[in-house]
């Protein structure tokens, strides 16, 4: 019986420790997803290749790319901006459990410029899940 109850004591430790860890890895999965998108458009700008139904005449100016951020539907959206008409490329979701926390200076979009080799506006992206929490830092570059 005592051998029993210690089983039973050392599992419901290892399910607990499990359950910590894995909250743990999709934390980290979401913040790198995030950082990969703000990466993605600060490349396209740098690289000037334009992207987009917005971009696709000749004559259109590709001013460069941004990601929106929306904490209510826990979405993050890649789009470019040519002659000022935006045009979406990919929208990715947030798992289950994970947000955006808003902090009071909480920017919901960050514009990379064509040729500036950062974003335009700094700020932070903090995501959170079950009381841990993930900061993105987005800089100007100079």
């Not at 999709?26 to 993605?40: A, D, F, G, K, W």
């Not at 987009?52 to 990601?67: F, N, P, R």
């Not at 955006?100 to 200076?105: A, G, H, L, M, N």
């Not at 080799?117 to 993105?136: L, Y």
Request: proline share 4%.
């Amino acid at each position: 019986m005592v051998a029993i109850s210690i089983m039973a004591a050392l599992g419901a430790l290892g399910i607990t420790g499990f359950a910590n860890y894995n909250q743990s890895q999709i934390l980290q999965n979401s913040s790198n997803e995030v950082t990969t998108m703000l990466n993605l458009a600060k490349s396209r700008a740098q690289s000037q290749v334009k992207m987009g139904t917005s971009c696709s005449a000749s004559s259109q100016i590709l001013e460069g790319y941004q990601v929106d951020i929306s904490i209510i539907n826990r979405t993050y959206t890649l789009s470019s901006r040519c002659s000022g008409i935006t045009s979406n490329l990919q929208t990715k979701t947030l798992p289950q459990n994970v947000s955006f926390k808003s902090p009071d200076t909480f920017p919901t979009s960050f514009f990379f410029p064509v040729q500036k080799g950062g974003v335009d506006t700094p700020g932070q992206i903090v995501i959170s899940s079950g009381g841990k929490t993930k900061t993105i830092v987005a800089n100007v570059l100079k």
